[in-house]
């Protein structure tokens, strides 16, 4: 039976995990500096490695590196966007059990929908305060803990600063 006393983690137990291994794919500075300041503030233990494109991505996942604990994928990226290094890595055998988390600024239903079809484990519209980043954030591990990313659902796969303060 899950109680509301022992369905939330304290931060001692988030300290305590192994840090999650993250691959940030943004080819926007200002938008690494900020993911790296609101994931800094989530207090969650992590490793990053940042990559510019799709190319960069697929090439380092590739590249015999232990495999991250889930993947960021900015869907608008020079040489290689995110919905192609998405399908790229969805396709190849040892990549694509990798939970994937797309990021745009759209909420168009075709990005969305797209991505959900490529095998993208949720999709997340940057948000536009720092706070809704780190709820957001937030949110992305208690699923990935929960293995909630392992098989998306659809009515919860948009995640955006909006419908998360709404849940709050």
Known sequence: MISSENSFETSKDIKEKEPVKIILAEDDKDDQELF???????????????????????????????????????????????????????????????????????????DIEDT??????LFIQKPNSFTGFILILKKVFMLHWSKALINPIKNIFFVSEKNITQDN
Request: glycine residues 8%; charged residues 30%.
């Open 116 to 121: 959900f079809n490529n095998g993208a484990n």
């Open 36 to 110: 790296m300041e609101a994931l800094n503030a989530t207090k969650v233990p992590s490793e990053v490695i940042t990559v510019e494109n799709g190319k960069e991505l697929v090439d380092t996942l590739k590249g015999g590196e232990p495999k991250p604990d889930m993947i960021f994928i900015d869907i608008n990226m020079p040489i290689k966007g995110g919905k192609e290094a998405l399908a790229e890595i969805k396709s190849d055998e040892e990549l694509k059990e990798i939970p994937a988390v797309m990021l745009s600024t759209s909420n168009h239903p075709k």
